[in-house]
């Protein structure tokens, strides 16, 4: 490994393994701390305060992490490290072993109990993270963490953002909407809503449960419009409340523009061995709506996970 990879205060403290992974914001390295033998996960997030957005995304996690990673379906940050260069950033985690996104591409992995007990353990942390009116805003497969004992931890807390009722009340500012992977944002998200709800988040889990049913993503838009095809395909809005809980003067237009000539029922995505249950859980979360979506506590109510 080249000297500038990895900072030397990082290098002194963990004995970084092997790459985990690479992506447009940093890398993650499978390390061992040097002195406990605790194995880690090292994040370098590259040039983390170059604009006021990597800025954001970078004290957001920390902030998060700082104030959830105590929860158990949350995933702990360990360490803080400011490069020598006082431009990169190292976050070090607790090691989990891979995540789902993984798990699903190799096909076959789970088996009902499992995809149980992981969307049982998502909702948790997503309503432990609601209860403080917090939103995700980036709940998909790759963000859920897992370990040989099928526990799941919601991690990837960059896009995470209060929604305050402050905020809210006075609508001093407009959220952003270009948040969220397309393939688990939601219709509010794509209609371009200036404010929206922990709903979002909702919606997302409901897309992660479909693929792992499905064992691909549900809806795989190339573009938002695209995305919202797919959606309208499946899923009928009820216009007038829909527009309204959109909040979009846009949505009107957008929904016309791309109503389909046809719609296919939700449980004809899934094959016949998909458990009633989950689909059912996935039907009450996959609403148009986000006033009518289940909420993270109705939904650990629901008897699919409920045990």
């Not at 803080?80 to 985690?93: C, E, K, P, Q, T």
């Not at 149980?116 to 432990?128: C, K, M, T």
């Not at 805003?137 to 004992?149: A, C, F, G």
């Not at 949505?251 to 995505?269: G, H, I, M, Q, T």
Request: net charge positive; with cysteine; hydrophobic share 45%.
């Amino acid at each position: 490994m080249s000297a500038p990879e990895v900072d030397a205060a990082v290098a002194q403290k963990y004995k970084i393994k092997r790459r985990l992974g690479m992506g447009a914001y940093g890398i993650v390295w499978k390390a061992v701390h040097r002195s406990t033998g605790e194995a880690v996960a090292v994040k370098k997030i590259f040039d983390a305060f170059r604009t006021r957005t990597d800025t954001q995304r970078t004290l957001r996690e920390i902030a998060c992490l700082r104030e959830f990673g105590e929860h158990p379906n949350i995933v702990r940050l360990l360490d803080v490290i400011s490069a020598r260069n006082h431009v990169d950033m190292y976050l070090v985690f607790e090691a989990m072993q891979t995540d789902l996104h993984a798990v699903l591409q190799r096909g076959g992995v789970l088996q009902d109990i499992h995809c149980r007990y992981i969307v049982f353990q998502l909702l948790r942390a997503a309503s432990f993270i609601h209860a403080a009116n917090v939103a995700h805003r980036d709940i998909k497969p790759s963000n859920v963490l897992l370990d040989s004992s099928c526990r799941a931890k919601l991690c990837d807390f960059g896009l995470a953002r209060s929604l305050s009722r402050s905020d809210t009340e006075r609508r001093c500012s407009a959220l952003s909407h270009y948040v969220a992977t397309r393939w688990y944002r939601a219709p509010e998200l794509l209609l371009c809503a200036r404010r929206y709800t922990v709903a979002v988040d909702m919606w997302a889990v409901g897309c992660v449960l479909g693929e792992v049913l499905l064992g691909a993503p549900l809806f795989p838009g190339s573009t938002a419009l695209d995305q919202m095809q797919r959606i309208l395909s499946v899923i009928a809005p009820t216009p007038h409340l829909d527009i309204g809980a959109a909040q979009s003067e846009l949505s009107a237009a957008v929904l016309d523009c791309v109503r389909p000539r046809r719609r296919v029922p939700l449980e004809a995505l899934f094959p016949p061995c998909a458990p009633r249950g989950a689909v059912d859980l996935v039907r009450k979360l996959l609403v148009f709506d986000p006033r009518r979506r289940l909420t993270a506590e109705e939904a650990l109510r629901h008897p699919y996970v409920r045990r």
